[in-house]
């Protein structure tokens, strides 16, 4: 009965009517009445003390209600925004703790810092203000490249972090590692950057509070992935206010991809300045403030090493990375370069020893942290780089040399020798579909006819592990997190048989508001239409920890799986009384509870109106109502693996790259909706060709300015820049949450960045091209060419 | 200094008072409440606020609104016939999963249509994907985006429109 409609159907999405006739309510379309504006002034230098601000011919320009600086803050005791996520060093101490006020008081520490916040009553008078606020800047030297942050002598970011260190951190034997390159008959070395990102979601960053004097209420609307967990920070840490006293709303939001996760200054100042100017307060960036001020990706110098046998069997893996954390440290910034990355680097691979170091420096750029994938595509990145490059040093095919390195499907579920334990997964066909859907075995004869045309082609390999749905709360404790990772979630019948999901993940883009409504449809046989998500209000919907790692359907939808069978078991005993019988011989199928063997029935809809009108319903043992709800934390994370292709053109005369054929197999786990999961891989994907050929935060070393700081400067992908995918997938069911599911969200941005420099790789191979930097630009790869000894030897 | 602008938006003659500066884009949603054409970035390069004037697709953040004076405007809020009946581009986008978080669909529907009808209802995919340079999308990688407008195509002249 609802075969169109339940799990693996391909139904078209519920959430689309409004935002295809311009009816969606992001949070710059609220009408609040009296609302006033605000605009922030931002440092112009990465680096200065503030001598002073003069804002007394600004507070006189038209329209302006109120400006408030970072003396202002600090006298209202504001507390400063927090990182999350504890790791300690290897000498065991906590990471060090640099404050981060919600604006600066007498230092700026990037271009972007937040300086004054001017509130009017138009956008216009405010950004008019802004520019009548005198600041006076004692202008320094300015701490820039990564690569030399952690150096002696180089500008310090913060005196609580001598030397620019946050954390110095291993995981593995690095004595164990030494012995095994020491014997290996083949080593593998590369130098990476993992290129800095600006993540983008097309709605800027937004926020919009209103404060209630009667009752001492807040409401702050913001573009949050989490909007509980945003309460939850700016009333514990930040503002102070009571939980129940601050309502977060995150109504449709345009996209995140991590960057609308973190608890940022501008929704802080808002909410707070919203009481004191007695008017509610709309905030929206503009492009050129999001590139400056929304959390930054990746950025990462890496130099790893692989140790094979003769036969190519790796036997061991060294990574040592610095990782960026910019001017401070973001809401999750720790995690990602630790246990979002480090932990992943055994990928798909039975390599039996991993040795990584990584240390997170401080710069006078914006702060860096999760962006899709966050941490994941770095640790993919190092892996297939470095296996590729192993391959054609050794002269093994590519795919082969990856097949003899699988874990065998027989070892799940597998410990890595990196922390995590995969739970389940079936490598060698996922790489064999691949291959056939790619045609690579026509692969030399493509070559050959693009040789005929000037052009050069080659093909990359990209097989990716990933572990999200986040997380175990337990384990997510021990290794740092301040937080639960559980989800949860409320399945509230109507009298009349219609049903709310309450759920406490969000989405901006994922399609929850049709995936959800499927479950629930398939399990408990109500019609899609009769079926309505609520999400993303914390005064609606359960606490829950938000959408980002890949988990709001394994963690999410398993909540929703635990309380659709809280719906079921009390149905069951409401029918039982219903149909005279025994609970025990109660059965539910298809939205209908019968008794085996009998004609006896009665629909969950009977059901449902009797817990509501109980006249004739076991009231003595049975509540009244058909309202329930449930928590769940997943007992380890999920392993999404997959296998990508690309296959590239290079003009040699320009340097240009043409991705002209991308394929990706991916083993999701049970699918919901196929047409909402091929979307996500296609999306990712594009922001993984994205790093790989065009995308680049690029601040000048000497003057720290974000050169690249509109979409003049940054390459974002377009339409003619990328081709159309071929996909596949393999499913090995999630063993451990009810919906068998992994996550799909993040694959495609993960695997694709490696399968692409590969393919570049391979193409300008010919030419003794030795190494090409993300991103491969024309200027890059044409210099690349340049630059090489032709391979005539080889 | 306010200046006095009419124009007739989706068949309705509107009019207001706005500043020299005001973009039409601010016109629209601030002063009309028509919040159906977004605001994506401040250079003109995201397409997100693509409406048609007089036929042709601008994008409303490179326009004053004193230069769309006596201009007919249609916006996505303009398209679907009624409330059950889209637009076939719409359909097609819904149809062929083209949006994700719906912040770009706005503009990529408007530049869509406009795009079909200037190839008289005839595109290949190389010509979608080079028209579409004006409009960017972070999140559905333009797979679905360009199959939905190939599909739209033949569907909108059948459809007459």
Redesign the interface.
């Known amino acids: 009965m609802t075969a169109a409609t339940g799990i693996g159907a391909r139904v078209?999405?519920t959430?689309?009517?409004?935002?295809?006739?311009?009816?969606?309510?992001?949070v710059?379309?609220l009408?609040l009445a009296r609302a006033t504006h605000a605009y922030f002034l931002r440092s112009p230098h990465a680096h200065a003390k503030i001598k002073s601000i003069d804002t007394a011919a600004a507070k006189k320009m038209p329209g302006v209600v109120e400006i408030f600086t970072g003396k202002d803050t600090a006298d209202a005791k504001v507390g400063g925004l927090i990182c999350g996520w504890v790791v300690k060093g290897k000498d065991g101490q906590p990471h060090k703790s640099p404050p981060h006020p919600v604006m600066a008081l007498d230092t700026v520490r990037y271009v972007g810092d937040t300086v004054a916040m001017v509130v009017a009553n138009t956008a216009?008078e405010a950004k008019d203000a802004a520019e009548a606020i005198k600041v006076d800047y004692d202008v320094k030297s300015a701490n820039i490249d990564l690569a030399r942050a952690l150096d002696k002598g180089i500008p310090e970011v913060h005196p609580e972090a001598p030397g620019n260190l946050i954390y110095d951190w291993e995981i593995g034997v690095k004595a164990d590692i030494d012995a095994a390159f020491a014997k290996a008959a083949h080593v593998t070395k590369l130098d990476l950057v993992n290129n800095r990102l600006i993540p983008?979601?097309?709605?800027?960053r937004a926020a919009a509070a209103d404060y209630d004097k009667g009752t001492g209420n807040y409401t702050l609307w913001s573009t949050s992935q989490n909007p509980h967990v945003l309460r939850l920070i700016l009333s514990a840490f930040v503002l102070g206010i009571p939980e129940h006293k601050l309502r977060v709303i995150a109504p449709?939001?345009?996209?995140g991809?991590g960057s609308k996760i973190f608890c940022y200054n501008e929704e802080t100042m808002v909410t707070w300045a919203a009481s004191r100017v007695g008017r509610p307060i709309k905030w929206?960036a503009?492009?050129?403030e999001s590139f400056m001020t929304d959390a930054h990706g990746r950025d990462h110098v890496t130099h790893a090493g692989l140790a094979l046998d003769k036969d190519g069997k790796f036997l061991a893996l060294r990574v040592d990375t610095i990782a960026n954390m910019g001017a401070y440290l973001s809401t999750f910034s720790t995690a990602v370069p630790t246990y979002l990355y480090a932990t992943l680097l055994a990928g798909q691979y039975t390599t039996p020893l991993i040795y990584a170091n990584v240390r997170a420096a401080l710069t006078h750029t914006a702060p860096v942290d999760a962006y899709r994938g966050a941490g994941r595509p770095e640790a993919t990145f190092v892996i297939e780089s470095l296996v590729s490059k192993a391959a054609a040093e050794m002269k093994i095919d590519a795919a082969e040399l990856r097949r003899k390195n699988f874990i065998p499907s027989t070892a799940f579920p597998y410990q890595t020798p990196v922390a995590l334990q995969y739970d389940s997964g079936n490598y060698p066909p996922i790489i064999d579909e691949a291959m056939k859907i790619a045609d690579y075995k026509g692969f030399e004869a493509r070559r050959a006819e693009a040789k005929s045309r000037g052009k050069l082609r080659g093909i990359g390999f990209s097989s990716y592990i990933e572990a999200c749905g986040l997380g175990p709360s337990r384990v997510i404790g021990q290794l740092g997190g301040g937080v639960g990772q559980w989800e949860s979630a409320q399945i509230k019948f109507n009298p009349t048989g219609n049903v709310q999901i309450l759920t406490g993940a969000h989405s901006?883009?994922?399609?929850h508001e049709t995936t959800f409504a499927q479950i629930v449809s398939d399990k408990l046989g109500v019609p899609i239409e009769a079926i309505e998500v609520v999400h993303g209000d914390t005064a609606t919907t359960p606490f829950g920890m938000g959408s980002y790692g890949s988990r709001s359907l394994a963690v999410g939808g398993s909540a929703i799986m635990k309380a659709a069978d809280k719906i079921i078991a009390k149905g069951k005993k409401i029918a039982a009384h219903l149909m005279e019988a025994s609970v025990a011989d109660v059965v539910f199928e298809q939205g209908t509870f019968k008794v085996a063997g009998t004609d006896k029935a009665v629909p969950l809809g009977a059901a449902v109106f009797a817990a509501y009108v109980p006249h004739n319903y076991p009231l003595e043992e049975l509540e009244p109502g058909m309202d329930e709800n449930a928590f769940y934390d997943p007992s380890n994370f999920v392993y999404p693996a997959g296998t990508q292709i690309c296959e590239v053109e290079i003009d040699p005369d320009t340097g240009t790259v043409e991705v002209v054929a991308h394929t990706a197999v991916d083993d999701f786990g049970n699918i919901i909706n196929p047409?909402?999961v091929?979307?996500q891989v296609?999306?990712?994907?594009?922001?993984g060709v994205g790093q790989a050929l065009m995308e680049n935060a690029v601040y000048d070393k000497a003057t720290g300015q974000l050169v690249s700081g509109?979409?003049?400067d940054y390459t974002?992908?377009?339409?003619?820049n990328?081709p159309?995918?071929k996909l596949g997938n393999k499913v090995t069911p999630c063993p451990h949450n009810p919906l068998g599911v992994k996550g799909c969200g993040e694959a495609?941005a993960i695997a694709a960045p490696a399968a692409v420099m590969n393919a570049v790789h391979n193409a300008l191979a010919p030419l003794g091209v030795k190494h090409v930097e993300m991103p491969a630009t024309p200027l890059n790869v044409w210099q690349s060419i340049q630059g090489a000894q032709p391979a005539a030897a080889e | 200094m306010t200046i006095s602008v009419a124009m007739t938006v989706n068949g309705k003659s509107v009019s207001g008072k706005v500043e020299a500066r005001t973009l039409l884009v601010q016109f629209l949603r601030e002063h009309l409440g028509m919040t159906g054409t977004h605001v994506g970035c401040d250079t003109s390069q995201c397409g997100a606020c693509v409406v048609h004037v007089d036929g042709k697709s601008v994008k409303s953040c490179t326009m004053l609104a004193v230069q769309a004076e006596g201009s007919k405007v249609i916006t996505i809020e303009g398209l679907a016939e009624s409330a059950d009946k889209l637009h076939p581009m719409q359909e097609s986008f819904r149809e062929n999963h083209a949006l994700q978080c719906g912040f770009c669909t706005p503009g990529m529907v408007m530049s869509a249509i406009d795009m079909v009808k200037r190839h008289n209802y005839q595109l290949d995919e190389a010509t979608v994907r080079r028209e579409l340079e004006g409009n960017l999308c972070r999140c559905t990688g333009y797979h679905n985006i360009v199959k939905a407008i190939l599909a739209a195509a033949p569907a909108m002249k059948s459809a007459g429109v």
């Open positions: 078209l999405r959430e689309d009517k409004r935002f295809l006739t311009g009816t969606g309510r992001y710059d379309d009408p216009d983008n979601a097309m709605e800027p449709d939001v345009g996209g991809f929206t503009e492009r050129s901006h883009g994922q399609s047409m909402i091929d979307g296609h999306g990712g994907i594009v922001q509109s979409y003049m974002m992908p377009r339409a003619d990328v159309s995918f495609g």
